[in-house]
Nanobody
Framework: QMHLVESGGGLVQAGGSLRLSCAASGDMFNTYRMGWFRQAPGKGRVFVAAIIWSGDTTYYADSVKGRFTISRDNAKNMVYLQMNSLKPEDTGVYYC????????????????WGQGTQVTVSS
């Protein structure tokens, strides 16, 4: 069992930055692949970024490559998403997920989810 809590969202102007955090509680955090998804109003969750258990390999949606960076600290049971050069289309609720599956791009790949944190980027 794992419990996830996101934080760090807020309102920012286009071109600005935010750092999202995801605190995990539960056993064997360092055996889970962690991911971030975004859900815009009226739409489903879409993949943003993922990181494997060791932190050595990361994956990004094309729309955020070069702007967002995912990282993790297994000693603290934390996952982070540094978001730079934010755009209005980055607006949405950001969710942290935990997965033990080999795939990472789809919502159904993840076993546990946090409650989400709102990010709003104004133009």
């Amino acid at each position: 069992q794992m419990h996830l809590v996101e934080s760090g969202g807020g309102l920012v102007q286009a071109g600005g930055s935010l750092r999202l955090s995801c605190a995990a509680s539960g056993d064997m955090f360092n055996t889970y692949r962690m991911g971030w998804f975004r859900q815009a109003p009226g739409k489903g969750r879409v993949f943003v970024a993922a990181i494997i258990w060791s932190g050595d390999t990361t994956y990004y949606a094309d729309s955020v490559k070069g702007r967002f960076t995912i990282s993790r600290d297994n000693a603290k049971n934390m996952v982070y998403l540094q978001m730079n050069s934010l755009k209005p289309e980055d607006t949405g609720v950001y969710y942290c997920g935990a997965s033990r599956r080999a795939s990472y791009e789809f919502e159904y790949d993840y076993e546990y989810w946090g409650q989400g944190t709102q990010v709003t980027v104004s133009s």
